[in-house]
Structures are given as structure tokens and as C-alpha cells.
């Protein structure tokens, strides 16, 4: 057994990839947003078999509800929260985001390292 630590973060999904050899984990974390913090996401690649991170995408990524990789493991579906960061109330949770902006998915074509 081994045991993996995305730092930071609460992990809301993982996805291993075809060959089993990769696995995909999806989080939400807080961030600084101007005098406050808003919920921002993160999807990390590791290494089953050495337990290593391999690869990070946080860029302008909003909170991480699903992942999915594609039967030849050569691209991955990121589901979000929301297309924007979510803003964090003072009282405790978050704004509910409108109607037409409450979800988006994100297609990644995955490049192999050399």
C-alpha cells in the first residue's frame, strides 16, 4: 500500500488511467483573491508505482468535481465547479454561482513526458 498527499487541498475526485500505471486526482483548495480568498482547484498526475507527483495543472482552474480519462489514456475530461473561481463568503461557504455559469468541463491532451 501506498499513500499519496495532494498538500493543501481536499481531494473531491481521482481517476486512474487505462494502463494503471497513472492516476489523476481532482481537489479544491483556497486561494488569495484581493482582500479575501476564493475556492480554486487542482488536478495532479501520479506515479502508481513509485508514489511520485508527475505532473500539476492549477492554472485559472476552478474547483475539480470529476475527472475522466479516455479508453486510450491519451486525454482527460476535467469537471468544474464553475467556469470562474468560486468566491467564499465571510459567514461560511460560497456564492452560488448563476444559472448559465454553474458547471463546465475542460477536455486536457495529455503529453508524455521524454
Known amino acids: ?7 493543501g487541498a ?4 481521482i481517476a ?12 479544491w483548495t483556497r486561494r488569495k483573491a484581493g482582500d479575501g480568498e476564493e ?9 502508481v508505482a513509485t508514489g511520485k507527483e508527475t505532473q500539476t495543472l492549477r492554472e485559472k482552474l476552478a474547483p ?3 475527472l475522466a480519462f479516455s479508453p486510450d489514456g491519451k486525454t482527460l475530461a476535467v469537471g468544474l465547479l464553475h467556469k ?3 468566491k ?3 459567514e ?23
Not at 1 to 7: S, V
Not at 92 to 114: A, H, M, N, W, Y
Request: charged share 30%; proline share 5%.
Open 84 to 86: 470562474d473561481n468560486v
Open 10 to 13: 481536499s481531494i473531491r475526485c
Open 16 to 27: 486512474f488511467a487505462p494502463d494503471g500505471k497513472t492516476f489523476a486526482t481532482g481537489s
Open 64 to 66: 475539480v468535481t470529476s
Open 1 to 7: 500500500m501506498k499513500t499519496f498527499e495532494h498538500k
Open 88 to 90: 467564499l463568503k465571510n
Open 39 to 47: 475556492l480554486a482547484g487542482e488536478v495532479k498526475f501520479w506515479d
Open 92 to 114: 461560511g461557504g460560497f456564492e452560488v454561482p448563476p444559472e448559465d455559469q454553474s458547471g463546465v468541463v475542460v477536455i486536457c491532451e495529455l503529453k508524455k513526458k521524454r
